[in-house]
């Protein structure tokens, strides 16, 4: 199974480096010197990692046969996609790759089913699921431990308990002025 690690950013310097956003839990694992990842677009790759390197708080890798700011430059916003053994697991207990929870079953603590996870949407702030809902409509779970309380992987569900008005319309809203008068 193949799962995008890493998209490659601007070049970096005049030696080949690039910057890259990191979109794996793993980047020691999957971004480590050595490692060979296939590309999107495809006819620029596969790409061996030379190098690694934090600067300013941003990775930085290099490739082999990558050896100046036009070969890196040539680069920018290619995905780095790593082959992952589909029965892996991470290494916490409380993660899951994509994989896993796409396609879930979402259903609230008393049964009730809201719809099937059909994409993770990784924010800056945190995941979501984009679930489909039965009437084909869609609706974004954030992915938090308030929210989510139980994902079950042989059981095929994700068990939620949404706040009033994130799945339905029961937010109730409170205003001031509603006091006031």
Same mark, same amino acid.
């Given at each position: 199974?193949?799962? %995008?690690?890493? +998209?490659? =950013?601007?070049?970096?310097?005049?030696?080949?480096?690039?910057?890259? /956003? @990191?979109?794996? !839990? *793993?980047?020691?694992?999957?971004?480590?010197?050595?490692?060979?990842?296939?590309?999107?677009?495809?006819?620029?790759?596969?790409?061996?990692?030379?190098?690694?390197?934090?600067?300013?708080?941003?990775?930085?890798?290099?490739?082999?046969? %990558?050896?100046? +700011?036009? =070969?890196?430059?040539?680069?920018?916003?290619?995905?780095?996609?790593? /082959? @992952?053994?589909? !029965? *892996?697991?991470?290494?916490?207990?409380?993660?899951?790759?994509?994989?896993?929870?796409?396609?879930?079953?979402?259903?609230?603590?008393?049964?009730?089913?809201?719809?099937?996870?059909?994409?993770?949407?990784?924010?800056?702030?945190?995941?979501?699921?984009?679930?489909?809902?039965?009437?084909?409509?869609?609706?974004?779970?954030?992915?938090?431990?308030?929210?989510?309380? *139980?994902?079950?992987?042989?059981?095929?569900?994700?068990?939620?308990?949404?706040?009033?008005?994130?799945?339905?319309?029961?937010?109730?809203?409170?205003?001031?002025?509603?006091?006031?008068?």
């Amino acid at each position: 199974m193949q799962l %995008v690690v890493a +998209r490659i =950013g601007r070049a970096h310097g005049i030696k080949g480096e690039v910057t890259v /956003e @990191v979109r794996t !839990d *793993e980047p020691e694992l999957r971004l480590a010197p050595g490692a060979v990842l296939a590309t999107d677009p495809a006819a620029a790759g596969p790409l061996t990692i030379e190098s690694g390197r934090v600067h300013s708080g941003r990775l930085l890798l290099r490739f082999a046969g %990558v050896g100046d +700011r036009n =070969g890196a430059e040539a680069l920018r916003n290619t995905l780095l996609i790593a /082959e @992952v053994d589909p !029965d *892996e697991l991470p290494e916490e207990e409380d993660e899951y790759y994509d994989h896993q929870l796409i396609d879930l079953d979402v259903v609230t603590e008393d049964g009730t089913d809201v719809g099937r996870i059909t994409e993770i949407s990784h924010l800056p702030s945190q995941d979501l699921f984009i679930v489909e809902r039965p009437d084909g409509s869609e609706v974004m779970i954030p992915f938090v431990d308030e929210i989510v309380t *139980e994902i079950d992987l042989e059981g095929q569900r994700a068990v939620v308990a949404p706040p009033p008005g994130l799945i339905d319309d029961r937010a109730e809203i409170a205003s001031s002025r509603d006091e006031d008068a």
